[in-house]
């Protein structure tokens, strides 16, 4: 039991006394103020002299009142006290005002684990202006992480369910055991089918159990920097120029995505009424189809269906009119929010 919840109960105690002296020394023929006052005193033992002259009954009622009353207010004020000390009383402030913090995310990422991989996703993750939560067990992680945050085991509903899993956009399990990982991916698929999850393998077997598992992704991240320092060295212009337009922040050319929403604009149009290049200045590099394929042999008449996603190049001005274009007239959902899960899973 924490030191606050011991505390708290401690309090109770001596309240309760509190309520039993007063309501004692009302029947035996005090005035409420004059019984509080009393009780108070006889409890903490200050030595003031009797309110009223006591007669057997009341000296009986009163020892009974010192023996109970002095330890439960001793062991009260001593819980309080290193509580206080100790800093358990700033740690379970702190702590609830995580807890609001987190309650008012909405279509935030859940990182899961927050070693070297987690840490770089949540990095990139708040590097493009988007709301997250880090998970880890471990305390002391979790007091480096600059993020709203919660300390607990993953593989636990109630933890998932702390960090907002209900009102999350996506979920990333970077826990260092592939057994974890797919036991998170497991519990967070069933408490959200919607829920887009993206989940570490550090074997390469554990990939096809993780999307058997529900994940939407299952990232190597060992194969997949060994697949980019061999980009590197035998094309090492192309390879930098992608690394650049995907995570240089001060490069004003970006590469994003887009999904076309039922009631956005450009939906049911072909690319030559869209236009894109002269309506927004935008290149576009190709277009993922409702079916999952990706397709840059782009024709004029290609239809672009709701759920159609784009792959577009642009700097800021001109991705902000691509974002008008795909996104929904009213309430509509950020294009930019990224690929949905049924897109993904193909």
Known sequence: ??????????????????????????ILGFGLLDALYQTVTTITTVGFREVHPLDSSGQIFTIVLILCGFGTALYAFGLVLETLLEGHLQQHLERRKMEREIGRTNGHVIVCGYGRSGRAAADYVASEGRQLVVVDRDPERVRMAPYPSVVGDVTDDEVLLAAGIERAQALIAALDDDADNVYVTLS???????????????????????????????????????????????????????????????????????????????????????????????????????????????????????????IVLGNAVQLAAVRQLMSEPVEGRDATKGIGAEALRH
């Open 188 to 310: 967070s698929r069933a408490l959200r089918s919607d829920l887009v999850i993206v989940a570490r393998a550090r074997a390469e077997a554990a990939k096809a159990k993780l999307l058997r598992a529900g994940a939407d992704r299952a990232v190597n991240p060992q194969l997949n920097g060994g697949r980019r320092m061999g980009g590197f060295a035998l094309s090492p212009h192309v390879a930098e120029f992608l690394d650049v337009v995907m995570h240089d922040e001060t490069l004003d050319y970006r590469i994003e995505q887009f999904e076309l929403g039922e009631t956005a604009p450009a939906a049911r149009k072909t690319l030559a009424q869209l236009d894109i290049q002269s309506s927004a200045g935008a290149k576009l590099l190709a277009v993922r189809s409702v079916g999952g394929r990706f397709v840059t042999d782009l024709s004029a008449d290609t239809l672009l269906e709701p759920q159609t996603v784009l």
């Open 1 to 26: 039991m924490s030191s606050i919840r011991r505390a708290a109960r401690a309090i109770a105690a001596f309240l309760v006394v509190v309520v039993i002296g007063t309501a004692g020394y009302v």
